[in-house]
C-alpha cells in the first residue's frame, strides 16, 4: 500500500501482522492473541487519525494511487457496459472514458475520469486529465443520453483539464464551457460524484448536475492547494495553508451547500477497503436516481438552472 505519512504507525503494525500470520509453528494460540490486539489497536489508531485530518491530509487520501477509480466502478455496478469513443471531430481521449450500460437494472450513459493505476495506464489515460476531445466526447454522450431518454452518471477524479499547448490550441477553454452548457440544457438526469479528486474546470465540465454528492474523503476545488499556494505565498511550501482557506472539503462544501450530500468511507478510506466504497457510492447514486424518477425533462432542467444560479 502506498505510504502516508500520518499513517506510519498504522502501516507499521500492519506490517508486523503480515510478519506474525507467516510464523509457523506451535504457539499458533499466543499468535493469533497478539494478531486480535494488535487489530484492535490499528482500528482505535484509524478512528482517531481520520475523525481529525486536516484539509492537506484530505487532499493526500484524496489523491491515494489506491482509491477506486472510474473502472472499477464501473465493473462494480455497470452491466453490459459498452464503451464509445472519439468526439467526432479529432480524437478518442483515455482519460475520459464514457459508454452505454445498465445501472442496477436501469439502462444509463456513465462516463468519468480514469487516472490509470499503474506507470503504462497513468500515461495513456493522461493521469485523468483530459483534452479537449473528451470534453467534446462527453458532449456527445450526454447528447445521446437526451436523445434516449436516460440518465447520466459522471464520476468525477482529475486534478484538472491538461493545460498543454496542443490542448490549448484545439480550444480547451470552449470545450469545457461547451460542456458545461450542455449539462444545463439536457432535459434527463444528472447524477454526479466526486470519488477522488474534482480539480477545476476539468471537474465542473461533467459536474454540474442536478445531484452532486462526493466521498467523505475527496476535494472539490478551482485549484490545487500547490497551485494556489505558489501564486498567493510564491512558495508550494504554504500548501497546508492553501488548502485549509480554499474549503475544498466534503465537509466544508456541504456546509456552503454547494453539493448535495456526503457519501461515507470505509474506515481508513477508500483505498483501504474499495468494494464496500464502490457500493456505499451505488447506493447513494440509486437512491438520487429513484427520488427523480419519473422526470418532467422542463422541469429538471429548471431545477437544475436555479440551483446553480442560486450559488453565485
Known amino acids: 500500500m502506498s505510504k502516508l505519512e500520518f499513517e506510519k504507525p498504522i502501516l507499521e503494525l500492519e506490517a508486523k501482522i503480515a510478519e506474525l500470520r507467516n510464523v509457523s509453528g ?34 493526500l487520501v484524496a489523491r491515494h494511487q489506491e482509491r477506486p477509480h472510474f473502472v472499477d466502478y464501473m465493473s462494480g455496478f455497470i452491466e453490459d457496459f459498452t464503451p464509445l469513443a472519439g468526439d467526432r471531430h479529432f480524437a478518442e481521449d483515455n482519460a475520459l472514458l464514457g459508454g452505454l450500460g445498465r445501472f442496477r437494472g436501469r439502462s444509463c450513459v456513465i462516463m468519468g475520469h480514469e487516472k490509470g493505476n499503474d506507470t503504462e495506464s497513468r500515461i495513456k489515460h493522461n493521469f485523468g486529465m483530459a483534452r479537449p476531445e473528451g470534453y467534446r466526447k462527453a458532449q456527445r454522450l450526454m447528447h445521446m443520453a437526451e436523445k434516449f431518454n436516460l440518465p447520466v452518471i459522471t464520476l468525477i477524479d482529475t486534478a484538472g483539464a491538461y493545460p498543454g ?22 432535459e434527463v438526469p444528472i447524477i454526479s460524484v466526486i470519488i477522488g479528486e474534482g480539480g477545476s474546470g476539468g471537474a465542473i465540465a461533467i459536474g454540474v448536475a442536478d445531484r452532486v454528492y462526493m466521498l467523505e474523503n475527496s476535494i472539490y476545488s478551482v485549484i490545487s492547494p500547490e497551485g494556489c499556494a505558489s501564486i498567493l505565498w510564491r512558495s508550494a511550501s504554504h500548501a497546508d495553508d492553501a488548502a485549509a482557506a ?33 457500493e456505499n457510492v451505488a447506493i447513494q447514486i440509486e437512491k438520487a436516481l ?3 424518477t419519473p422526470w418532467d425533462g422542463k422541469k429538471l432542467k429548471q431545477a437544475r438552472h436555479e440551483k446553480f444560479l442560486k450559488m453565485g
Open 165 to 186: 499547448v496542443g490542448a490549448e490550441e484545439r480550444g480547451q477553454a470552449e470545450a469545457i464551457a461547451r460542456s458545461m452548457q450542455v449539462c444545463l440544457r439536457i
Open 290 to 292: 429513484n427520488d427523480i
Open 246 to 278: 480554499l474549503k475544498m472539503t466534503a465537509q466544508d462544501l456541504y456546509q456552503l451547500k454547494l453539493i448535495d450530500g456526503i457519501i461515507p468511507e470505509p474506515l481508513g478510506g477508500a483505498h483501504r477497503a474499495k468494494d464496500k466504497t464502490i
Open 26 to 59: 506451535e504457539d499458533k494460540l499466543n499468535i493469533a492473541e497478539e494478531i486480535n490486539r494488535m487489530q484492535s489497536k490499528i482500528e482505535r489508531l484509524l478512528t482517531q487519525t481520520y475523525n481529525k485530518l486536516t484539509p492537506q491530509q484530505k487532499v
